[in-house]
């Protein structure tokens, strides 16, 4: 593993300046992905930091049936090449099968294993075997520690350039909690350490018919986050979250993104401050 890699034009880890991984849950159409895009695009540049665009093409642990999962494979990666292109921003999403990690490699340049899948081990091996960066999401079940074991796994397959991602830890039922010490264990085990900051506020399962939130907790934890140390926050944020088709509870809206993500770029440089 690494402590420091390359995406695309800028490092993460070892104290390069933060890096953003933004945007919608999942791919609701070229437009809002494009929207997204482009601002997330424009608020990076201006605080000078990497940014990685994100969103998914299938969201395959809904709780209900009837919940949106995004356009399909197919079509999600077609959005994603043309995102990819247009801004010549590096794109990520999850993938959850190692037929997922083959069809996905030609396209995007950062592959996701999600947190429910993070002990797969054929994901695993698959994901590292495209040589590409690899984002393990912590399993809200997992000790940070135990991610070591994980890692080794993308790394047998192949590749060296693994992150891992916290996004909170099971609290009894439809709560999650966020051990801020995990971020310290993971870091530890000589690798970059991304801070999810919208899954961390969600409470899975206490909707209707999916899960809720309490998204005003994601500008307090994100900055505890950065104070600790990590290299990358994730960050999922739509122009409409009240209409967003999938974890409109927890996603950051669009127009507050810049202001959250000034603060933590100089909570992060004043933490790497020689």
């Known amino acids: 593993m690494k402590r420091s890699f390359d995406i695309g034009t800028f490092t993460i880890g070892g104290g390069a300046p933060l890096v953003l991984i933004a945007g919608p849950c999942a ?18 540049d201006g605080l000078g930091i990497g940014f990685v665009f994100k969103s998914s093409y299938d969201k395959a642990n809904r709780q209900s049936i009837d919940s949106f999962r995004g356009p399909g494979i197919f079509e999600g990666l077609r959005i994603l090449e043309r995102i990819r292109d247009r801004y010549r921003v590096p794109v990520l999403t999850d993938v959850h099968s190692p037929a997922d990690a083959r069809a996905a490699e030609d396209v995007v340049d950062v592959l996701q294993i999600p947190a429910f899948l993070c002990r797969q081990t054929d994901l695993a091996v698959a994901c590292g075997a495209t040589g590409k960066p690899v984002l393990v999401k912590k399993g809200q079940f997992m000790a940070p520690e135990d991610m070591a074991s994980i890692a080794r796994k993308v790394e047998h397959g192949g590749s060296d350039r693994i992150m891992l991602g ?10 999650l909690v966020v051990d801020m010490r995990s971020l310290v264990v993971m870091r530890g085990l000589g690798c970059p350490v991304v801070y999810d900051c919208t899954h961390s506020v969600q409470r899975p399962g206490a909707g209707a018919e999916g899960s809720d939130g309490s998204p005003a907790f994601i500008g307090p934890l994100a900055r505890a986050a950065v104070a600790c140390g990590v290299d990358a926050v994730f960050v999922e944020t739509h122009p409409d979250c009240g209409n967003a088709l999938c974890d409109a509870a927890t996603m950051l809206p669009l127009t507050d993104l810049e202001n959250l993500l000034t603060g933590l770029v100089d909570i992060h440089n004043r933490v790497n401050r020689p």
């Open 166 to 175: 916290e996004r909170g830890t099971v609290f009894g039922y439809h709560d």
């Open 27 to 44: 791919i609701e159409s070229e437009d809002i992905a494009d929207r997204v895009c482009a601002e997330a695009k424009r608020i990076a």
